[in-house]
């Protein structure tokens, strides 16, 4: 009896923090829909006396939403695959050939993720601007974000990697195979689900990215939807509906795949916490 009230006592607890938590997205999706004098409204109401469900097809159009979201989705992509690419190959040599001088250097390097985007951005200005990068802007920002998130890239995918057995290299190179057949054969697709959540990942924080495209970018028409977003802001803007609709279209795709996705993320992020 004691166990099963235990059992309720934490899932209670556990439903007020969700609650808590998702409050703030419920608030941005009712606030789209209130009319201006409703938004400021007091005491507020949780839902709209007269929704004002054509505010989202409103802002589709108006603010071009479908060119900002292409946009956004060209970038996290694009930054996706070159550090899949590069960073896949770089943690599984990590993984596979240890030492103390490597801790120490992926320590060192993780070290970078505490630096602000805010910080790093005049180099990499500069730096881009000097070898005609910024002609390509939107390369540009994929690139500013592949550096800026290789190492925690690296840093998970290599503990994927560790998860792998050796011995199953091993056996296959007596089979005859090559360290780099070993490697496509055996070692990438046993840590796939590590190296697919990592990529996930990154893809979230890369469609969300917005120092580095609001820096390298200043043709309207390749700027992702969080320079979008951002538009609305004026020093008299009193669009709050508008704001939160945007918002709302704005994070609806990428809520709904972590919630999907959740269970993979999970696994994928504990895949080798017992090695």
């Not at 109401?45 to 946009?71: K, S």
């Not at 091993?170 to 990592?198: C, H, K, T, W, Y």
Request: aromatic residues 14%; contains cysteine; positive net charge.
């Amino acid at each position: 009896m004691r166990h099963t009230f235990r059992e309720k006592l934490m899932l209670a607890v556990a439903l007020v923090f969700t609650a808590i938590y998702l409050f703030p997205l419920y608030w941005m999706f009712v606030t789209a829909l209130k009319s201006g004098s409703a938004i400021f409204a007091s005491p507020p109401a949780l839902w709209p006396a007269d929704p004002q469900w054509q505010i989202y097809a409103e802002v589709w159009q108006n603010r071009n939403m479908g060119r900002y979201i292409w946009n956004s989705l060209v970038i996290a992509f694009g930054a996706v695959a070159v550090i899949s690419v590069l960073g896949t190959g770089c943690a599984y040599v990590l993984a596979r050939y240890r030492n103390g001088w490597v801790d120490v250097g992926l320590f060192l390097i993780l070290m970078l993720q505490v630096l602000p985007a805010s910080l790093m951005i005049t180099p990499i200005f500069v730096g881009f601007s000097q070898i005609g990068l910024l002609q390509y802007p939107r390369l540009a920002v994929i690139l500013a974000i592949a550096a800026k998130s290789m190492p925690f890239f690296v840093v998970l995918v290599r503990t994927a990697f560790m998860s792998v057995p050796q011995e199953l290299e091993e056996a296959g190179l007596v089979d005859g195979d090559s360290r780099v057949g070993a490697f496509f054969r055996i070692a990438l697709p046993l840590a796939r689900n590590g190296i697919v959540v990592s990529a996930i990942l990154i893809f979230m924080q890369a469609f969300g990215e917005f120092v580095y495209s609001r820096s390298l970018i200043q043709r309207a028409e390749l700027q992702p939807a969080s320079i979008g977003l951002n538009s609305f802001m004026g020093p008299n803007t009193n669009e709050w509906n508008g704001i939160m609709a945007y918002a709302t279209i704005y994070v609806t795709p990428i809520l709904v795949a972590f919630v999907l996705l959740q269970r993979s993320i999970i696994s994928g992020l504990t895949s080798g916490a017992l090695k």
